[in-house]
């Protein structure tokens, strides 16, 4: 089985910055990407940012240019560089890896943006 822990969630106010990070461990034998989605009450769970094991990146349009998606190849961690936060990305962010046996799961972490 494969673990997925995810840390750096909280509380930021609007224009700030979270960093958000996730350890994979277990039975991992390869990875062909590792990223991010969210679910904000009421809505369903979206893509945020994911990354390939080549390193190419695919984020979504109402982040782009505020998020940066990044690896840890050695040390099987995904990270999110969250700035200029806003009230619409409050939600519960989960970390997803994908690999040969199929795609794992965090638990998620909340991140709440506020004033």
């Known amino acids: 089985q494969v673990q997925l822990v995810e840390s750096g969630g909280g509380l930021a106010q609007p224009g700030g910055s979270l960093r958000l990070s996730c350890a994979a461990s277990g039975r991992i034998v390869s990875i062909y990407s590792m990223g991010w989605y969210r679910q904000a009450p009421g809505k369903q769970r979206e893509l945020v940012a994911y990354?390939?094991?080549?390193?190419?990146?695919v984020y979504a349009g109402s982040v782009k240019g505020r998020f940066t998606v990044s690896r840890d190849n050695a040390k099987n961690t995904v990270n999110l560089v969250m700035n200029n936060l806003t009230q619409e990305d409050t939600a519960v962010y989960y970390c997803?890896?994908?690999?040969?046996?199929?795609?794992?799961w965090g638990q998620g972490t909340q991140v709440t943006v506020s004033s």
């Open positions: 997803k890896l994908v690999g040969p046996t199929g795609g794992y």
């Open positions: 990354i390939t094991n080549g390193g190419d990146t």
